[in-house]
C-alpha cells in the first residue's frame, strides 16, 4: 500500500523559512515524478513544484521560482521542499503526491496517483 506522508509545517514570520518532507513507501518509486500542491481556504488546489525520481528533473510554479527548491533522497525515498522567502500568500494546507507518469511536467492533479495527508504552512506578515 502507496503511503506518502508529510511533515515540516508550521507558523512562520513572513521572509522565514520552513522545510517540508515527504516520506514515501509501500512501492519503487523510480519512474514515478513526485509533486508539491498547495490549497488555501476557498482556492483550488494548485500546483508548485515537481520532481522525477530518475533523473531529478525539476519544473516550478512561477509564484515560488526563486524561492522554493525540491529536492529528493532515493536512499531514504523521501522529497523535501525548501520554502525560503515566505510570504503571507504562500499559506495554504501543502500535500504531497506521486504520479506513474514520470515527468516533471504534471501539473494538474488528475495527473497524480497518490496523495498525502497534508500539512498546514501559514505565514504572518
Known amino acids: 500500500q502507496v503511503q506518502l506522508v508529510e511533515s515540516g509545517g508550521g507558523l512562520v514570520q513572513a521572509g522565514g523559512s520552513l522545510r517540508l518532507s515527504c516520506a514515501a513507501s509501500?512501492?519503487?518509486?523510480?519512474?514515478?515524478?513526485m509533486g508539491w500542491f498547495r490549497q488555501a481556504p476557498g482556492k483550488e488546489r494548485e500546483f508548485v513544484v515537481a520532481?522525477?525520481?530518475?533523473?531529478?528533473?525539476?519544473y516550478y510554479a512561477d509564484s515560488v521560482k526563486g524561492r522554493f527548491t525540491i529536492s529528493r533522497d532515493n536512499a531514504k525515498n523521501t522529497v523535501y521542499l525548501q520554502m525560503n522567502s515566505l510570504k503571507a500568500e504562500d499559506t495554504a494546507v501543502y500535500y504531497c503526491?506521486?504520479?506513474?507518469?514520470?515527468?516533471?511536467?504534471?501539473?494538474?492533479?488528475?495527473?497524480?496517483?497518490?496523495w498525502g495527508q497534508g500539512t498546514q504552512v501559514t505565514v504572518s506578515s
Open positions: 509501500g512501492r519503487t518509486f523510480s519512474n514515478y515524478a
Open positions: 503526491a506521486a504520479s506513474r507518469y514520470g515527468s516533471s511536467w504534471n501539473l494538474t492533479p488528475d495527473e497524480y496517483h497518490y
Open positions: 520532481i522525477t525520481w530518475s533523473s531529478g528533473s525539476t
